[in-house]
């Protein structure tokens, strides 16, 4: 891995990173539902990054590290092993700098996903579905070709990339008294704390994750990275375990993680394609969720949400099999 | 029918509409696709009225009525039949001006559109399924009540309230080269077409419709209303057929009207689901799928389109039966 090891980034690499960036992303709107904030006594505002390019918040650090290369390296292209969000990002990153991007897949990855990235002009490998196998084949690559390694979470720029949604959306909304997002393997809520701590050190930051994937959570009650394996849980997004650096920055600035029910996600999902009109992925439910279960003390609070996408097969939604 | 005949409205009725409704609607954003301006060769502007207060522009028109009566008149309260937009967007209206909607409604209707007019408020009575029953038991609450009828779409004021949706959209992008519009009663198409007209002239309007229920294409073609009898398209929206007084706006104003296969509806909605990530209800759909069609001369144009609504069930997804 060519992670470094570094103290958790600040409010200023957030901020230069949204410099590097900003041509490239869009600056997603901010959707509210009367109906959600009578139900909940509470005003919600949901940074809609399900509208982001490529369908969710990962192009904003993909776009980060591409843009931090230096010529020379840019021109070895970058490689990753993914089979979600990141693999597009990076694919739509790297296209927009016109250098090449390998994304090492899965070979039982959906579709929709293969020809996303394909789409992107991604040069997919297919490997075998393990963790080792993604690695080894990745780092193969690395060696042959001196492409450079480009991690989904656990990587500085990554985590400051993350962090530019919460700088747009505390720049539309400086005075919230909470901010959401959901935890995979935390770049977006480590990148979101720091924002959030040092633009309004008033709003409450708080990760918000799947009972049956609570690594974050465990993690983070217990002072050490406690991974899961495989968890099964129907946020897809959200499988991954903390790494290092993302664990550094979310015990430095985070002020809670909490953990909702599979019913419990799907629900939310449901309640916001219906009412909001916006298609947000499982992942994204899960602070929807949060606020949806009654056990957090949100009346008449001014709450942000972080929609962290929209990538989801219309053929098999999750409603159907209740 | 309380309808009144009387001239077609003008640019000065749709602003008159809008300075009236302000502050009871939604300015509705606009949202693109790089995708599919790339796919299409244009540019398209969504103007995402399914993010509208009731989940469609319909609210625009009833809120034109609801505002435009005296207080004696008000005090009889409302009444219409519907068991589709039109009748959540009079009960919310209602519902804001503190006055009382009988929303007459088929037994037939689904639980989710009964449940949305009673959680607007409305005082739902049911009929037989039938357009003689809907109208007879209609009739009869206006004589026993003296509650004013609001017509879905043949009437001057729910025609300029509908034409405000593109009062805003030509407001953000006054340089457009056509709008689209689906077309059903003729409501939305007529009022499009007002304000376009009087806003920018070189913007053509294009009334768009399912080949299944192409009355208001026959009738536009043959300078005569042409009824269609209980279409069958998926367009659930566009069953009905052009009034006298949408008829009169339509022929003076609009540009052309194309219809479109049900196969191409049910493409475009997916498509918009998959790449925009919003909710579109099958009668959006309608316009996209035009565009799509490949049968118009889009090349290079900018090309507003009113995305109507996103009130659909998700139980029974239209791609689920292919």
């Known amino acids: 891995m060519n992670t470094v090891k570094s103290k958790t980034p600040t409010l200023t690499d ?26 909940l006594k509470a005003e919600v505002f949901f940074k809609c990054e399900n509208f ?48 090449n991007a390998i994304i090492v897949m899965p070979e039982n990855a959906s579709s929709v996903k293969i020809n996303a990235v394909a789409g992107y002009g991604g040069d997919i490998r297919f490997c075998e579905p393990t ?51 959901p935890v995979g393997g935390g770049g977006l809520l480590g990148g979101t704390a720091i924002a959030a701590k040092g633009i309004n050190p008033k709003a409450k930051v708080i990760g918000t994750e799947p009972e049956m994937a609570n690594d974050a959570y465990l993690s983070f009650k217990e002072g050490m990275i406690i991974p899961v394996d495989n968890p099964a849980t129907i946020a897809d997004g959200l499988k991954t375990s903390l790494g290092e650096l993302t664990f ?20 939310a999902m449901r309640y916001v394609w219906e009412r909001m009109k916006i298609i947000i992925e499982p992942s994204s439910a899960v602070p929807v969720a949060a606020l949806m279960s009654g056990s957090m003390d949100i009346r008449n609070k001014r709450i942000g949400i972080i929609i962290s996408g929209g990538n989801v097969s219309l053929d098999q939604l999750p409603w159907d099999k209740q």
Chains 1, 2 share one sequence.
């Open 248 to 267: 550094a920055a979310i015990s430095d600035h985070v002020f809670d993680i909490v953990t909702v029910s599979e019913k419990s996600i799907i629900d």
């Open 14 to 39: 957030v901020k230069k990173a949204y410099n590097r960036i900003r041509p490239y992303i869009r600056n997603t709107p901010v959707h509210t539902s009367g109906t959600l904030n009578k139900d």
């Open 131 to 181: 963790q080792e196998a993604r690695e080894a084949v990745c780092s193969e690559i690395q060696q042959e070709t001196g492409a450079v390694f480009v991690p989904p979470f656990n990587d500085n720029r990554i985590i400051a990339g993350q962090g530019t949604a919460s700088l747009e959306l505390l720049s539309d909304y400086p005075e919230l008294d909470m901010i959401l997002t």
């Open 52 to 99: 982001q390019k490529t369908g969710s918040f990962k192009i904003r650090g993909a776009c980060n590290v591409i843009y931090s290369l230096s010529d020379e390296d840019a021109a070895k292209g970058v490689c990753t092993h993914s089979s979600g969000n990141h693999a597009q990002a990076l694919a739509f990153a790297a296209l927009s700098r016109k250098i």
